[in-house]
């Protein structure tokens, strides 16, 4: 074994791999690996090198892994957006605590785990998308639309009011690497299909109907035979996670409300030097629309390649500015852009800062109707033709004064705002056990909360924030106030927690009563078990028709039942059950029993015949293909980043979460 290891780790491959894992050393010194490191990562993703898929995780061979780190604040912002989405789903019913387990916070990031996988997995296959591909998904985005069709002007006013601002180059990137991330499981998601075979055969099923029978057993009469102590102790320490109050804190608070801050003083010079700072905000730029014809030159083209472009692009041109060209017409023969060909080569409006700058740059030095070119891009050539001009327009200091006006006093509310607050923090913090000395130096007031659990209160208590600072570790053991946090716009609040009850048991004595009327009801209920069972062995033997009318019971009888209907004459869960039990064989009813709204029922399926196919019409018929094929679509993605998941390491730092 030894000679064989000796043998594996020698020659010029070995060597080789050597000399690759001693570069680092050479330029960082072996200190530098040696040295401690402060990791910040929630999810760790490694996989060897496509050249050596075997190699071992070991130091210094994992250098040459390829490393992704999902960072602490990625997932947090992660977790924070899906906090916020759920609480605006479910409103009240939104319960904070169990947001917070560590169920829900592995399954967001899984989902960033995914997402990364996809990115690698674009990576690793060099997966590119096509500069048409890219304007054509834009385009398609309804937020860029009017009337229904993409307005570049939109486009460029929404990237512009993005915080941080956009521009159109790193918008369209950014749609580039969503496009070539999603690009494998998407077209594996399209690919799904389903045969006739199936679908007849689903929908035989999904247009079943059964011939049913069923007995409603009443309630038994209510359980009144002594409790005993032995039983109420018994039940007491089976069920005592039944008995437990929650944790809850009652809070002191300082809230500071810009909007209840007094308005500064404006005056007219002040909003006549801010409409001066401001004027490129009040007018809008010269615009000017074009048409191209282009001539695609690719980035590794070759020099008969590029040298073919260029003529081609010449002779365009010339056709382009011969008397009496029709240029739309010339476009859609010829051009190379699909996103404009169809128009005629029409790009629309657009200013300064929208395209290249050698295509920008002739544009806005043309005159109505002439045609240049050809001009080189990273696209290739184009022919230009200009059509309109529509000039810039400055709006006046009068028709934006009452705009101005509104910022000037927003803007010193929030400066007072700011002011106050950080006055507000310094003065807590010299000293954090109280928030009455530094309220009552800022004409403050100190307000307290009645004691609230995680699942929140009204007022500042429904604030998710406000709840995470209130039953954290630092605020409950150390009784100092929380940092300043924010509940809104110019609204924020500093808290400090006054009294904490953990969660506990409730002793007996203050249950007893409930522990009594839950045994009494779970006698109840068993005596209800047993009279279904009862009633279900005598159908077994003698028919449910017979058994129910020796009970003194009544018989309901629905025939032709349908699994699914529009409007149910009968509760759905009780309708389920009905179809979940096997069809009748040689005319012997299936017999069962369930629970329905609280009420037990035995059944007998007496008999069941296949949907009609006939009376399914062709949209249904393909509605449902799409349906069904969507669901086996996504079930095949989910396979396959399964897959893509086993050839990688990941690492989760659960304290991190």
Same mark, same amino acid.
């Given at each position: 074994m030894?000679?064989?290891?000796?043998?594996?780790?020698?020659?010029?491959?070995?060597g080789?791999?050597?000399?690759?894992?001693?570069?680092p050393?050479?330029f960082?010194?072996?200190? +530098?690996?040696?040295?401690?490191?402060?990791?910040?990562?929630?999810?760790?993703?490694?996989?060897?090198?496509s050249?050596?898929?075997?190699?071992?995780?070991?130091?210094?061979?994992?250098?040459?892994?390829?490393?992704?780190?999902? =960072?602490?604040q990625?997932?947090?912002?992660?977790?924070? @957006?899906a906090?916020?989405?759920?609480?605006?789903?479910?409103?009240?019913?939104?319960?904070?605590?169990?947001?917070?387990?560590?169920?829900?916070?592995?399954?967001?990031?899984?989902?960033?785990?995914?997402?990364k996988?996809?990115? &690698?997995?674009?990576?690793?296959?060099?997966?590119?998308?096509?500069?048409?591909?890219?304007?054509?998904?834009?385009?398609?985005?309804? =937020?860029?639309?009017?009337?229904?069709?993409?307005?570049?002007?939109?486009? /460029?006013? !929404?990237l512009?009011?993005?915080?941080?601002?956009?521009t159109?180059?790193?918008?369209?990137?950014?749609?580039?690497?969503? &496009?070539?991330? @999603?690009?494998?499981?998407?077209? !594996?998601?399209? +690919?799904?299909?389903?045969?006739?075979?199936? &679908?007849?055969?689903?929908?035989?099923?999904?247009?079943?109907?059964?011939?049913?029978?069923?007995?409603?057993?009443?309630?038994?009469?209510?359980?009144?035979?002594?409790?005993?102590?032995?039983?109420?102790?018994?039940?007491?320490?089976?069920?005592?996670?039944?008995y437990r109050?929650?944790?809850?804190?009652?809070?002191?608070? #300082?809230? #500071?409300?810009?909007s209840?801050?007094?308005?500064?003083?404006?005056?007219?010079a002040?909003?006549?030097?801010?409409?001066?700072?401001?004027?490129?905000?009040?007018?809008?730029p010269?615009?000017?629309?074009?048409?191209?014809? &282009?001539?695609?030159?690719?980035a590794?083209?070759?020099?008969?390649?590029?040298?073919?472009?260029?003529?081609r692009?010449?002779?365009?041109?010339a /056709?382009?500015?011969?008397?009496?060209?029709?240029?739309?017409?010339?476009?859609?023969? *010829?051009?190379?852009?699909?996103g404009?060909?169809?128009?005629?080569?029409?790009?629309?409006?657009?200013?300064?800062?929208?395209?290249?700058? $050698?295509?920008? /740059?002739?544009?806005f030095?043309? /005159?109505?109707?002439?045609v240049?070119?050809?001009?080189?891009?990273?696209?290739?050539?184009?022919?230009?033709?200009? *059509?309109?001009?529509?000039?810039?327009?400055?709006?006046?200091?009068?028709?934006?004064?009452?705009?101005?006006?509104?910022?000037?006093?927003?803007?010193?509310?929030?400066?007072?705002?700011n002011?106050?607050?950080?006055?507000? #923090?310094?003065?807590?913090?010299? *000293?954090?056990?109280?928030?009455?000395?530094? $309220?009552? $130096?800022?004409g403050?007031?100190?307000?307290?909360?009645?004691?609230?659990?995680?699942?929140?209160?009204p007022?500042?208590?429904?604030?998710?924030?406000?709840?995470r600072?209130?039953?954290?570790?630092?605020?409950?053991?150390?009784?100092?106030?929380?940092?300043?946090?924010?509940?809104?716009?110019l609204?924020t609040?500093?808290?400090?927690?006054?009294?904490?009850?953990?969660?506990?048991?409730?002793?007996?004595?203050?249950?007893?009563?409930?522990?009594?009327?839950?045994?009494? $009801?779970?006698?109840?209920?068993?005596?209800?078990?047993?009279n279904a069972?009862?009633?279900?062995?005598?159908?077994?033997?003698?028919?449910?028709?017979?058994?129910?009318?020796?009970?003194?019971?009544?018989?309901?009888?629905?025939?032709?039942?349908?699994?699914?209907?529009?409007?149910?004459?009968?509760?759905?869960?009780?309708?389920d059950?009905?179809?979940?039990?096997?069809?009748?064989?040689?005319?012997?009813?299936?017999?069962?029993?369930?629970?329905?709204?609280?009420?037990?029922?035995?059944?007998?399926?007496?008999?069941?015949?296949?949907?009609?196919?006939?009376?399914?019409?062709?949209?249904?018929?393909?509605?449902?293909?799409?349906?069904?094929?969507?669901?086996?679509?996504?079930?095949?993605?989910?396979?396959?980043?399964?897959?893509?998941?086993?050839?990688?390491?990941?690492?989760?730092?659960?304290?991190?979460?």
């Amino acid at each position: 074994m030894l000679q064989k290891l000796r043998e594996k780790t020698s020659g010029w491959i070995a060597g080789t791999i050597l000399t690759i894992v001693t570069i680092p050393f050479a330029f960082f010194g072996v200190e +530098s690996y040696m040295s401690q490191r402060v990791e910040t990562y929630v999810a760790r993703i490694a996989q060897p090198p496509s050249w050596w898929p075997s190699a071992p995780r070991v130091w210094p061979v994992t250098l040459l892994w390829q490393i992704e780190d999902i =960072d602490a604040q990625t997932f947090k912002e992660r977790f924070e @957006n899906a906090r916020i989405n759920l609480r605006n789903a479910q409103g009240d019913a939104f319960d904070p605590k169990a947001f917070e387990s560590v169920e829900n916070k592995r399954r967001v990031l899984d989902a960033l785990i995914d997402e990364k996988l996809m990115q &690698l997995t674009a990576q690793r296959h060099d997966i590119r998308i096509s500069d048409a591909e890219v304007a054509d998904t834009i385009a398609r985005i309804p =937020d860029f639309q009017v009337d229904g069709r993409f307005n570049a002007d939109r486009y /460029q006013m !929404i990237l512009a009011a993005q915080n941080p601002p956009l521009t159109p180059r790193a918008f369209e990137a950014k749609i580039r690497e969503e &496009l070539a991330t @999603n690009l494998i499981p998407a077209r !594996i998601g399209r +690919s799904a299909f389903v045969t006739d075979r199936e &679908l007849d055969r689903l929908m035989r099923l999904l247009g079943e109907h059964r011939d049913v029978a069923f007995v409603a057993l009443p309630a038994p009469p209510a359980d009144t035979a002594p409790v005993s102590e032995a039983e109420i102790a018994a039940w007491y320490k089976a069920h005592q996670g039944d008995y437990r109050s929650p944790e809850t804190v009652r809070l002191e608070y #300082v809230e #500071v409300d810009g909007s209840t801050l007094p308005a500064p003083a404006v005056d007219e010079a002040s909003l006549r030097k801010r409409y001066q700072e401001q004027i490129a905000k009040y007018s809008s730029p010269e615009k000017r629309e074009v048409a191209h014809i &282009l001539v695609q030159l690719p980035a590794n083209a070759s020099e008969a390649e590029r040298q073919a472009a260029a003529a081609r692009a010449n002779r365009l041109a010339a /056709q382009a500015r011969a008397p009496g060209a029709d240029f739309a017409a010339l476009a859609r023969a *010829n051009s190379d852009d699909a996103g404009s060909k169809a128009a005629g080569g029409d790009l629309g409006w657009i200013s300064k800062g929208a395209m290249p700058a $050698a295509f920008e /740059q002739a544009a806005f030095a043309m /005159q109505p109707g002439e045609v240049r070119g050809p001009v080189k891009t990273e696209f290739g050539w184009h022919i230009i033709k200009l *059509n309109q001009i529509q000039p810039g327009v400055q709006r006046p200091f009068e028709e934006v004064r009452q705009e101005l006006e509104k910022q000037a006093l927003d803007n010193g509310r929030e400066q007072a705002f700011n002011e106050l607050t950080s006055k507000l #923090v310094d003065a807590v913090y010299k *000293n954090p056990t109280s928030l009455a000395p530094a $309220a009552q $130096a800022l004409g403050l007031k100190v307000q307290t909360t009645p004691a609230f659990s995680r699942a929140g209160a009204p007022g500042i208590a429904s604030d998710p924030k406000v709840l995470r600072a209130a039953f954290s570790d630092s605020l409950i053991q150390d009784g100092t106030a929380s940092d300043p946090i924010e509940l809104g716009p110019l609204r924020t609040v500093m808290i400090r927690v006054i009294e904490h009850t953990p969660e506990q048991v409730l002793p007996l004595a203050q249950v007893r009563s409930a522990v009594i009327a839950a045994i009494h $009801a779970e006698r109840a209920r068993k005596a209800a078990d047993a009279n279904a069972e009862a009633l279900l062995a005598a159908a077994r033997r003698q028919g449910l028709d017979a058994a129910a009318n020796a009970a003194g019971l009544a018989v309901v009888k629905f025939d032709d039942l349908p699994r699914r209907s529009p409007a149910p004459v009968l509760p759905q869960p009780l309708v389920d059950a009905f179809f979940n039990v096997p069809r009748p064989q040689k005319d012997v009813p299936v017999l069962g029993k369930t629970r329905a709204g609280g009420q037990l029922v035995v059944f007998a399926v007496r008999a069941a015949r296949d949907g009609d196919l006939t009376q399914v019409t062709a949209q249904e018929r393909d509605q449902l293909r799409r349906q069904v094929a969507m669901a086996l679509g996504a079930q095949e993605q989910e396979a396959f980043i399964k897959t893509v998941r086993s050839h990688y390491t990941i690492t989760v730092a659960e304290d991190r979460l």
